[in-house]
């Protein structure tokens, strides 16, 4: 069932935050966030910033119901926010970060929701180490024409890695958007929960051309054995793994649902190949743990 709209919110509890990429992920926090009430800036391309300027977000959810909500958009940051939320793809990152210039932030935090766990380092040698908070999001969602977003997952999850102390009123505010969200201390577990979930869906839907519900019938044991695969690394890395939970969630996933990798290989863009694969084979490497099935689908993705 669609959740209710928010209550208007009071002008001193109201935020302003930045989104880069209102894409699949970005565009669906826009829409929640300001249909929650606070102020919200996306930055983007030329194109898409002339879309949002003249007909916002349009979201189709099974989780939000359908809705229209007016964002501000502009090509580069030209003020201070106090969040902004990074939701490109790791292909296009070094790229888009030439329209969050670091010297306009100010104070604000920056959140990147990016796949993989070795971004951080990175984005904080460029934002300073407090600002960068990691984030990692559950959802799967796609923007099918600038300012359309169809969300089909029946859940929306964010985790942020730090303090609780210091990162609660951040939690807050997503939650009370639509968005259950947690702080977790450790950042390699944040971080690691998020890929050897990720990493089985992302390269045997896109390696088959399957959705997860044909995935998951035709495709059940290398599924599983990807899964098992995944969580060892994980396990190594210091973050136990939990495959039963996480084929569980793949299970609970809408029948026709497809991962962001797979639709981009649908529509010819670059993949995240060595975010999410090579980041699973560097560290299986690392503490040598065997991952065969890992190892043959990146190759084969690699060689296409």
Aim: glycine share 10%; net charge neutral; hydrophobic share 45%.
């Amino acid at each position: 069932m669609p959740s209710p709209l928010p209550s208007p919110r009071p002008p001193s509890d109201r935020r302003t935050v930045a989104v880069l990429g209102p894409g699949g992920v970005g565009g669906l926090l826009a829409a929640l966030l300001s249909r929650a009430g606070h102020r919200v800036i996306c930055v983007a391309g030329e194109a898409t910033v002339q879309a949002l300027r003249q007909d916002g977000i349009r979201l189709r959810s099974v989780q939000f119901g359908d809705f229209r909500v007016a964002v501000e958009a502009d090509t580069a940051l030209r003020e201070p926010v106090e969040l902004c939320l990074l939701a490109v793809k790791h292909t296009a990152l070094d790229a888009a970060l030439e329209r969050i210039p670091p010297g306009v932030l100010g104070e604000g935090l920056v959140v990147p929701l990016l796949n993989g766990v070795e971004h951080a380092d990175a984005l904080r040698g460029r934002y300073g180490r407090r600002s960068v908070v990691p984030g990692v999001i559950r959802v799967e969602s796609a923007r099918t024409a600038p300012g359309v977003i169809e969300h089909g997952s029946p859940f929306t999850e964010i985790d942020l890695a730090g303090a609780p102390e210091r990162l609660g009123p951040l939690a807050a505010m997503l939650t009370d958007a639509g968005v259950a969200t947690r702080v977790i201390e450790d950042e390699t577990a944040a971080l690691w929960a998020k890929l050897a979930f990720l990493a089985p869906f992302a390269l045997l839907t896109t390696c088959y051309g399957l959705t997860i519900g044909e995935l998951r019938t035709a495709r059940r044991e290398e599924l599983v054995a990807l899964v098992a695969e995944a969580a060892a690394v994980s396990r190594a890395c210091g973050v136990p793994g939990d495959p039963a939970r996480t084929l569980a969630r793949y299970d609970a996933f809408p029948a026709g649902g497809k991962s962001s990798m797979l639709r981009d290989a649908e529509a010819g863009r670059p993949l995240e190949l060595d975010a999410i694969g090579g980041a699973l084979l560097r560290a299986a490497e690392r503490h040598g743990v065997p991952v065969p099935v890992a190892r043959r689908v990146v190759t084969e993705l690699a060689a296409r």
